[in-house]
């Protein structure tokens, strides 16, 4: 929208770029073009303003499918007046000279002629397409026949309208058909679902059965190899046992013999001591033999005085004393003792 000012009774027009203004006066145009600015007096005006920047249309309108189905249509042309004198002349783009806004509404007229020509294209693409055949390849033969339509259709070339692209955006079909469509993908989804994890499941199995196969073997050459080191402990305990015998059977010999020279060591030392003794007690009688029976008195007597008890005081009478002085003083008193 062109910007307007008021100085003193005048009007200021300042367009943009992409707007085509056309100034009539009197019947006579006077300013024609894009991006202008301009003076003009309000009761002398007639102003067009056309925009000839392009522009997104969308559109969405229902059809139905050769198997009488209904679908939504989901699409957007772009658009642009490139004749903006025979758009001024074929629809209403004047402006209020005091305040710049469009009188009508030229751009919904646009839009009208639009939609109305390209949903009839549509509509006769569709009513010759099932259902199925529209949702797969529905989108690119309505995009084209939109797209031809809309070339041949001879009121926008008159119009000063050129059709810059279409898109289809989408087709899509009521809810509930579309859940009855979705069904059998989902069923067979879900099938290859359950079926990868039946598959899972039995990978899952048979690796446990080989780990039980892997566990089993271990358990059976461990009980194997527990066969063995049991086999083998009794072969040592039986070794060990016959060594412990051998050793037994030296040490009992070895103790024997030591036991048989002691006792011969201890018999040869007694017959040594007996003849010892014997000599001794020989040599004694010999000596006591050979002594007088003085002596034998004397050390009679030596003998029992030591195994005697202690004596604390003798008493001699005179007799005993008188008798013992009377042999002291004969001179084989000595020998006769």
């Known amino acids: 929208m062109a910007d307007i000012t008021r100085r003193f009774g005048w009007r200021h027009l300042r367009s943009a770029p992409t707007t085509h203004i056309r100034h009539h006066k009197r019947g006579r145009l006077v300013h024609d073009g894009r991006g202008l600015s301009f003076w003009y007096r309000s009761l002398s005006a007639a102003l067009s303003e056309v925009p000839v920047d392009d522009r997104e249309l969308a559109m969405a309108f229902h059809a139905r499918t050769a198997d009488f189905q209904d679908v939504t249509v989901q699409a957007t042309v772009t658009y642009r007046i490139s004749d903006p004198a025979a758009a001024a002349d074929r629809l209403d783009f004047s402006v209020d000279p005091d305040s710049g806004s469009w009188r009508g509404a030229p751009l919904e007229q646009i839009s009208t002629l639009l939609t109305e020509t390209a949903q009839q294209h549509a509509l006769d693409v ?145 017959r040594e001591a007996g003849s010892a003794r014997a000599e001794a007690q020989a040599s004694w009688l010999q000596v006591h033999d050979e002594a007088g029976a003085g002596t034998l008195y004397a050390l009679a007597a030596t003998r029992l005085a030591e195994n005697l008890p202690r004596v604390e005081s003798i008493t001699l009478t005179p007799d005993v004393l008188t008798g013992l002085l009377g042999r002291l003083g004969r001179p084989d008193a000595g020998a006769d003792a």
Not at 135 to 161: F, K, N
Not at 165 to 171: E, G, K, M, Q
Request: aromatic fraction near 0%; charge should be negative; proline fraction near 3%.
């Open 126 to 270: 569709l009513a010759r397409t099932p259902l199925a055949v529209a949702l797969v390849d529905g989108v690119a033969s309505v995009r084209q026949s939109v797209a031809a339509g809309l070339a041949a259709e001879p009121r926008l070339p008159d119009t000063g309208i050129d059709v810059v692209a279409v898109r289809v955006v989408a087709i899509r079909p009521e809810a509930e058909v579309e859940r009855a469509l979705r069904t059998p993908a989902r069923e067979q989804i879900q099938q290859e679902a359950d079926r990868a994890t039946y598959e899972r499941r039995a990978v899952a199995v048979e690796r446990e059965r080989a780990i039980a196969e892997n566990e089993l073997a271990s358990q059976i050459e461990l009980a194997r190899r527990e066969e063995q080191l049991i086999e083998q402990r009794g072969v040592n305990s039986r070794r060990e046992a016959q060594e412990k015998a051998a050793a037994d059977s030296v040490r009992t010999e070895a103790e024997a013999e030591r036991k048989v020279r002691l006792a011969r060591a201890d018999a040869a030392a007694a």
